[in-house]
């Protein structure tokens, strides 16, 4: 998938999605000696903020995990990264089909919350995945990408019936998700 | 470590024996072609496609499969072959392109299922046809490179591309025999409309490779071309289970832990992430039918547990459902509202019917979006409401309401449950559906019955007396309750009813001669039950922080201890207050718990002295009240105390039981 373009969520079959995880995943920084504790952990978030006709609603980060319906579920923090094998360290899941009828786009966003920029992390990559087989959707890589310390990855928002995805790959700057408003609010 | 190839890059590649797995949004077919060092094919025979599947050292898929697992053994390879190029391609009738669809994805993995490098194919739009990667030898070495190169004309320009002259021919022939897999397949089972329907969707995907499983697995066992022939099956190091043939795409227990991110498998285990392949002639379940709720659907060790988390589960659902609705209703009243102002400062609408129309707008909005959540809650209310119908009649004594027929089969247990039902919890968008509130047992916190407010939420005044009465006989009630569920002789209830005033709703436990002694009456009766229930504290803290449980004296009642104190702070001088306090604070790590029945009000002599005390307390009231907050979002869900039938013997049979299982041990 790349930049801007959109995939309806909709299955072949006629059936659509119903489940989507945001999967963000990074190698963590390697330690240095004995001395390991000076050494800076990479904290990388993922965030996902609901829109409602452009007013953002609901937020699921890591300090409010679940959104208020239930509807949208980060897995947890996970503050130093992982072994870089490719899994998912943090996760967003969102069950498309319990979110309020009022919420007409979700947009997902990575930060470095430590500051790092994306260039100094290792194997640093987002992704979108249906839940219900694994399907990849869309894939970012992100180390090398940049002197930023944030990207605004994709939104998914309503469309007729079911809903769509568009992948931004915005890079930005900020160290949550609340610095990244400005930058959000364009694309909605 | 994978290597994630962008177009263009090469790897190289350590292994012999590979698989190269292929993930796209839709059913394409995958196929390989041998070159020779120039890349070109030498005829049909270089090809490996649904038609032809097995070449020597290579094995594709027979049908077009949203994922699929391809074989390679370069070792295999005759000296004349330079390039193995991977191609997906769309079936005859996906028409669009590639760029229709999910991005696809194909990874070249090891044996045993490590990532070696993958690649995203981006930027495909019409192209029909992709060459996705390109194996090739090297000054002796093999390496992979990253191609993604599309092909608008679809198979037979690529493979003209590739210089071969039959392009057209092998192109045709390979939709065909496409299309005769189709044909063989198991038909995919119908759409289910319920909660599942995701899950059940995965399968029509797999659906094709369901029919070629059989003959892939043979073809792969059979031919002499095959590249595993070599390989002893039984061979060590090389364990079977890990042989692409068997682990093929088309294993239903399999697909999804195939996904294309890394080793790690965040399913459980023994969870089937896609339902089972039903079988063609009877369906699942009926469309539109959503699946019937059964208790104890949750997790647990046993069926209380089980119980208990779907309880929970079903209060965490009723919370979320409710919290979608009201944050749709709040938004769809604010948009209006700002609608209205906008309409109201705009001149313009002051002249002729424009304001109204654009009032009347503001207002269909709001409706429509209004009865939309509206009817998202009523099918999430319909569906907890039949799931409640189900559990509420198998929830066992400590769970069930006073009316339930299980109280009627009552024995006393003989171990300690999870949690007890202290009453019910409802919101005001669903009155009828009543959620047991289950607090876990041993109790963590004291309680406090709240006989103070006159008013009740139906609007019904109650006086004080009726009031006090009526905490009471609550009291009364949750003592029985947690008498009967606790094993008997390990549950005490002492009583302080320092002017008697609560005689006639103690009749039920002074009666059955459950509780440890007469009610306490006077300063003295209160000071004495004080006395001692503070020594008993410290004696077993004071075991327990040396360390020596076992040395309590002889003879001692180890069991849970609760004191329900009346008419609170009658009776009560500032000692007995202190005493009261240090129990509150002091006693639930040890057993000792207060049940306080009590209006605050009436304690303010003390001033904030008594706070603590209250904030300490988990506050029940006699009557219908909506001062309980949910853990989740923050309800305000109105509590209902268990009542017991009017007429209804079932308290006085139960403490009866509970007596009797006393006095026998």
Redesign the interface.
Known sequence: ??KG?A?SLQ?????S???VRM?L?WQAAPRRGLFGSRTREIDLDASAVLF??K?P??VVFFRHL?S????VRHTGDNLVGGV?????DEAILVDL??????IDQIVFTVNSFTGQTFQEVQ?A?C?L???????????Y?LAGGGAYTAQIMAKVHRTGSGWTMTALGTPANGRTFQDLMPAILPHL | MTAELVRGQNHPLSQARLEIRVSAGAPVVAAATLGDEQGRINGVEGVAHPGAPTLPGLEVSRQAAAEHRLAVDLDAMPDTVHRVSVLLALPADGAGGFGALATPFVAVTGLDGTEIASYTITGLQAESAVVALELYRRQGAWKVRAIGQGYAGGLADLLTDQGLAQAHQLAAGINEAVAQAVARSVPAPPPRTDGDRSRQAAAPALGPDQGGQASQGAAGAVPPTSPYTTQNPGGPGQPRAQSPYQDGAGDPTQPVTSAPGGPIDYSHPRRRTTAPPPPPTAPPAQPGQPTRPVAGDATGWSMEERLYNQVWGMFEDLARAAAAYRSAVDFADSRMEKELDQVLSDPRSRIGGQGDAAREAAQAKHDQLVNQARVTLDRDVAQLTAESEVVDPALPPPYASWDSPVWQGYRVPMELPMAVRLGDLHLPESPDLRIPMLIRLPLERGLWIDSGRGGSLDGSFTDSHDMRRLAMETAVAHAARLLAVYPAGEFTVHVIDPAGAGAQSLAPLVRTGVLAAPPAVGAAGVSEVLARLTQRVDLVQMALRGGAPDSLPPGFDTSQQLLIVNDFPHGFDDRAVNQLRYLADEGPAVGVHLMMVADREEATGYGPLLDPLWRALLRLTPVPDDHLADPWVGHAWTYEPPVVPSGSQVLQQVLGHVAAARTGY
């Open positions: 998938m790349t373009q995939i299955k072949s079959d006629g059936g999605l119903t489940a999967g995943g409602a006709d007013q609603v609901d679940v208020d319906d239930g509807s870089g094998q490719g899994g998912d089909a319990r979110i309020p009828v009022h194997n990559f992704r995945v249906d839940e219900t087989n694994g399907q990849e959707l869309a894939r890589t």
